[in-house]
């Protein structure tokens, strides 16, 4: 009997253990930080520092491609979970003038004139023209701080990749601080091979961690290595990370739209 309560134990205590998942343990999450917050696509930054907004977020709305409605109800609910999250302020504006990030959803014909318009000269973003299904660009202070940024989604070359949604969710969630896409971090909407069109439980966990009190604007690698136990502490604390998979879904788009 007394040997069978110790294999007992045992087995409970093995089966808790193998019930994480591998996006749970801390070095996981540690690494796909540095590598989705400190690394940049399509522009190479030899001494990465962290960015982040430090002010409230107002997004001007454009459309002149499809279903407008839906796509402001699509980006509204998705802003508001992105709000959730992070404690963000995220709010719409009918004035340009007040706004700060910019969400235009045109034609694919139409994409170079809306870059000129919102981002700037095409040629200096090439790349990222010519590879990209949609594109988000950003301005900072000398702070670190995220200041203004631009996301131009060309509704109909979008849905013949069925990429429409992708767009809409990954676009705005990397204007927030997080600009970098890796295969090697998964599961993830910054992972161009993985199937996920929704933020996942670890997107959710590596949101929290980036608007950390414990994380400043313009750390580099190094610094925000050293301070990284800290915001580990507390995501455990806060059984962030032991629930990231039922919290992620609450006010998102996939819930929203019953997906």
Same mark, same amino acid.
């Given at each position: ?123 200096? =973003?090439?790349?990222?023209? %010519?590879? /990209?299904?949609?594109?988000?660009? #950003? ?5 670190? @701080? +995220? &200041?203004?940024?631009? =996301?131009?989604?060309?509704? %109909?070359? /979008?849905?013949?990749?069925?990429? #429409? ?5 990954? @676009? +705005? &969630? ?15 909407? #910054? ?69």
């Amino acid at each position: 009997m007394t040997r069978f309560s110790l294999w007992f134990v045992a087995f409970f205590i093995a089966s808790n253990a193998t019930s994480q998942e591998r996006w749970q343990t801390d070095a996981y999450i540690q690494d796909s930080f540095i590598k989705i917050a400190l690394e940049r696509e399509y522009k190479e930054t030899q001494h990465p520092k962290l960015i982040r907004w430090n002010q409230p977020i107002k997004l001007f709305f454009e459309s002149d491609s499809g279903d407008a409605s839906l796509q402001k109800e699509l980006l509204s609910v998705h802003a508001q979970h992105l709000a959730y999250i992070t404690g963000l302020s995220i709010d719409f504006t009918n004035d340009p003038k007040q706004a700060n990030i910019f969400v235009i959803f045109t034609t694919y014909d139409n994409m170079e004139n809306k870059v000129r318009q919102y981002i700037g000269n095409p040629e200096k =973003i090439r790349a990222a023209l %010519d590879e /990209a299904i949609c594109l988000g660009n #950003f301005s900072r202070n000398s702070r670190y @701080e +995220i &200041t203004k940024g631009s =996301i131009i989604i060309p509704v %109909d070359y /979008a849905r013949s990749k069925a990429r #429409f949604l992708d767009c809409i969710v990954e @676009e +705005i &969630t990397q204007l927030l601080g997080l600009p970098n896409d890796s295969n090697e971090v998964f599961p993830s909407v #910054f992972n161009d091979v993985s199937v996920d069109t929704y933020i996942s439980p670890l997107d959710y966990l590596l949101l929290k961690a980036l608007y950390s009190h414990d994380l400043t604007p313009g750390m580099d690698v190094q610094q925000t290595k050293a301070a990284f136990p800290k915001v580990l502490k507390a995501l455990h604390e806060n059984q962030d990370i032991e629930n990231a998979v039922p919290r992620v879904q609450k006010y998102s788009l996939k819930a929203y739209l019953g997906d």
